[in-house]
């Protein structure tokens, strides 16, 4: 029983309810973070093991950054088919993945490429990191 309305409370080891809240918020974004690193390491992974050995590019003209996006610090990462001829010409270039304006202007280098002569048309995977810095 309790006199004059007062009522006695035991902490059981819980904590507040505050706490028990943020306890949850935290392991929430630890998961989250978690998550995200995982998805973010998964096609590093892929990237680094070719279906085919690549044939080696003799002649490279870098692809134009243009400067609204760098100075706006926008930049990615572009990833191209590249069906290459058995003299080293670049044929065509598909675009994969990235920043429209960014594929443009990496599709107009690439097709000035030149890769060692093979004995068959190939396809390249090609990406290209367009880096602010």
């Not at 028990?20 to 929430?28: G, T």
């Not at 920043?99 to 030149?114: F, G, H, R, T």
């Amino acid at each position: 029983m309790t006199s004059g309305g007062y009522g006695v409370t035991y902490d059981l080891g819980c904590g507040s309810p505050i706490r028990q809240s943020l306890q949850k918020w935290a392991l929430a974004r630890l998961s989250l973070l978690m998550f995200c690193l995982t998805l973010g390491l998964a096609p590093a992974v892929s990237a680094q093991t070719p279906e085919h050995p690549s044939r080696k590019v003799i002649w490279r003209q870098n692809p134009d950054y243009p400067p609204v996006l760098k100075n706006a610090k926008i930049g990615g990462v572009v990833r191209l088919n590249v069906a290459v001829l058995p003299n080293g010409t670049v044929r065509s270039a598909d675009i994969l993945g990235g920043n429209p304006i960014l594929a443009d202007n990496a599709v107009k280098a690439v097709m000035s490429w030149k890769y060692a002569p093979a004995a068959k048309t190939t396809n390249e995977i090609v990406r290209l990191d367009f880096n602010p810095r």
